[in-house]
């Protein structure tokens, strides 16, 4: 096996700043906002490198696709123990277009030159809350995924995945080469230490275009229009259940 | 024609050491990444708990200890002796982010690297160096720095503990005060006199591990702020340690406490510049919020005004002292800019402090929120680490000096 692993990094906007939809409402303001990892991807990557910590894998590259300010959050990864990053450079309306499928797309193509053993993606992304690239990757290269997982055991050339459903936890054994997300339980992410900070500077990150993987970025989505979510109404108290039962008919809800 | 080209031999010196000006408009990359991650740490593991250090006037041990594995507690150190490797401008970045958690640790961070480790990483031998800064660099351990004493701390000259020699051990008798950290640290600088005619041509400084026979604390002081990191007298009666502990050489004592105390000036700034800076959030969080007159009191010039001259005593004070580290991280002269940033960083925490309670009003002054403790941990600010007077006159000193005719 080539001990090599893939995890992939998107630059979202930060998950404690308030979004507001642009006054033309094709999309939600990201000029001048603070921006930072996907939380999701930070398990990721914590867990790819605890992995190579225990010797299990030899190599942890980290993927970004989008404009130039990816390459932040790839170096991120390097600061948490990546060893080296691919940038996939995608940007103006490719990137504003960009979505699971063309990201599966993209990982699928690196995932077989980079011979990679194991993709592992955040589960999801905070901002468009898909939930498809992993599953999408996976079907693209026809390997088994372990999505949801919380906990992850590499076992010779298996991989255990303990997966989070709605009914509890479900545990599979899956082939490797595989593709894993990651769920919050997995782990809790390390903060760079300074002296990894530094070093991320060394570390090389590859530019790359989806052109050079043979990717076609088209979109088959097209996005009609963004807004807020409705203003919460006001709520009403009433004396009686007859009244509840009442306001509730007219409200044509029973 | 002299005085002309005087002055502006000073003004070159001041240009040619900032010579990284771009750094003051926009931070390189890896201390971009630096200070992020330390503010994500000071809000995710700090500013969560800081009221409840201060209430309990409780050390936060477990904090200091994943600071130290981040190398947050040996900046500067050489990643040879265990430290993180970087420059002064990466560590007044850091020691802001993380005083805007929480000021006490801020305090306990800076001790660590400027006043303990700072002047062993710049007078001490190699052996030295390795028993005494490596098991300080991880956070399991931290260190003190023992100059003031119960009859002196401006007039740091007058040192009245004294260290006589008998045999291969130096004697130490004396009481020192006010020592940030004491009651926590397993080490301490110690300045006292070897030579009381050579008045501060005789002070010298030495090195004891704590605790130690001959060492006592007195009590901790219960204090206005900052109560999370501890004050305490530091006692030395008959106190016998090695002659291979003393640091630098004999009767250089005065000259290393006035570096040590010019380097340890920027962190403190940076520690002022954090709590002015959580003062100033708190405010501007608030007027947007909270109502009065029909609209939001953001909306009225009265609470702008203030919220603007906040900001402008902030940014002013960062700059200064962003400033301060490039020139000694350049080697340049720094000891006038980095008495400026201390003496406007610690006016800008009083003054932010002050002010962020007046924008939140009786909100201000209960422990509800933050404003009440801010004001509390800004005051000393302007007191430790040579007080705002002490910085004004170490500023003339070297006005004068430029302008010598």
Redesign the interface.
Same mark, same amino acid.
């Given at each position: 096996m080539s001990g090599r692993v893939l995890v992939g990094v998107k630059r979202v906007i930060d998950y404690a700043v308030k979004i507001r939809v642009k006054p033309d409402h094709s999309g939600v303001v990201t000029d001048g906002v603070k921006h930072?990892m996907n939380p999701f991807c930070e398990i990721a990557v914590e867990e790819a490198v605890k992995l190579k910590e225990k010797k299990l894998i030899k190599e942890v590259v980290a993927v970004s696709c989008g404009p130039q300010q990816v390459q932040?959050t790839i170096?991120?990864a390097l $600061?948490m123990g990546a060893d080296r990053g691919i940038h996939v450079e995608v940007s103006g309306k490719d990137y504003d277009n960009m979505g699971p499928l063309q990201v599966s797309k993209i990982m699928a193509a690196l995932a077989k030159k980079e011979e990679a053993q194991l993709v592992i993606l955040g589960k999801q992304a905070i901002d468009d809350d898909c939930n498809q690239t992993g599953q999408m990757t996976a079907a693209l290269l026809d390997w088994p995924q372990g999505t949801f997982a919380s906990e992850v055991t590499l076992e010779g050339d298996k991989v255990k995945v303990v997966r989070e459903i709605d009914g509890g936890l479900e545990t599979i054994k899956i082939n490797t080469p595989a593709v894993v997300t990651a769920d919050l339980r997995l782990n809790t992410p390390r903060?760079?230490?300074?002296?990894n900070?530094?070093k $991320?500077?060394k570390k090389k990150i590859a530019n790359v275009k989806p052109a050079d993987l043979g990717v076609d970025m088209a979109s088959r989505v097209e996005v009609l229009r963004v807004d807020e979510p409705p203003q919460r109404q006001a709520g009403m108290k009433v004396e009686t259940v007859e009244d509840l039962v009442g306001k509730l008919k007219e409200a044509g809800r029973i | 024609m002299a005085a002309i080209f005087k002055a502006r031999k000073a003004l070159g010196l001041c240009l040619s050491g900032c010579r990284s000006l771009t750094q003051l408009a926009e931070l390189p990359?890896?201390h971009q990444?630096?200070r992020?991650?330390c503010r994500?740490?000071a809000d995710r593991e700090l500013t969560p708990i800081a009221a409840k250090l201060d209430k309990e006037h409780s050390f936060p041990a477990k904090q200091i200890q994943?600071l130290g594995?981040?190398?947050?507690l040996a900046?500067e150190v050489p990643?040879g002796l265990g430290g993180?490797?970087?420059d002064y401008l990466?560590y007044s970045l850091?020691v802001e982010e993380i005083s805007r958690g929480c000021a006490s640790t801020g305090v306990v961070v800076s001790v660590n690297n400027s006043l303990y480790i700072g002047p062993i990483l710049k007078f001490g031998t190699e052996e030295q160096k390795k028993q005494w800064i490596t098991p300080f660099t991880t956070g399991e351990k931290v260190g003190c720095f023992a100059l003031s004493e119960p009859g002196n701390g401006s007039d740091a000259g007058a040192a009245s503990t004294i260290a006589r020699q008998e045999g291969d051990e130096w004697v130490l008798n004396g009481t020192k005060a006010w020592i940030t950290n004491s009651w926590d640290a397993s080490a301490t600088v110690v300045f006292a006199t070897t030579d009381k005619s050579l008045k501060h041509k005789g002070i010298s400084a030495f090195l004891i591990p704590m605790p130690y026979p001959g060492l006592s604390l007195g009590k901790k002081e219960d204090k206005l702020g900052i109560r999370a990191s501890s004050t305490a007298n530091i006692i030395l009666e008959d106190c016998r340690i090695p002659l291979g502990n003393m640091l630098g050489p004999r009767g250089a004592g005065f000259k290393i406490a006035m570096q040590t105390l010019d380097s340890g000036r920027i962190g403190i700034a940076a520690q002022a510049l954090g709590i002015a800076q959580a003062a100033l959030d708190c405010a501007a969080d608030y007027a947007h919020k909270r109502t009065a007159f029909g609209a939001p009191i953001g909306k009225m010039q009265a609470i702008q005004f203030k919220l603007a001259d906040m900001a402008l005593a902030i940014e002013s004070a960062r700059l200064l002292t962003w400033k301060a580290a490039i020139l000694r991280d350049a080697k340049k002269p720094f000891t006038k800019e980095a008495a400026m940033a201390k003496l406007a960083a610690s006016e800008a925490a009083t003054y932010c402090s002050h002010q962020s309670i007046q924008i939140l009003g009786g909100m201000g002054y209960v422990t509800d929120m933050p404003a009440e403790r801010h004001y509390r941990d800004a005051r000393i600010t302007e007191i430790y680490e040579g007080t705002s007077e002490i910085q004004r006159l170490v500023i003339a000193n070297q006005i004068l000096k430029e302008y010598q005719p």
């Open positions: 930072s932040e170096r991120t $600061a903060y760079a230490t300074l002296p900070i530094m $991320a500077k | 990359e890896m990444m630096l992020q991650t994500d740490y994943e594995a981040m190398g947050v900046m990643d993180a490797g970087m990466a850091a």
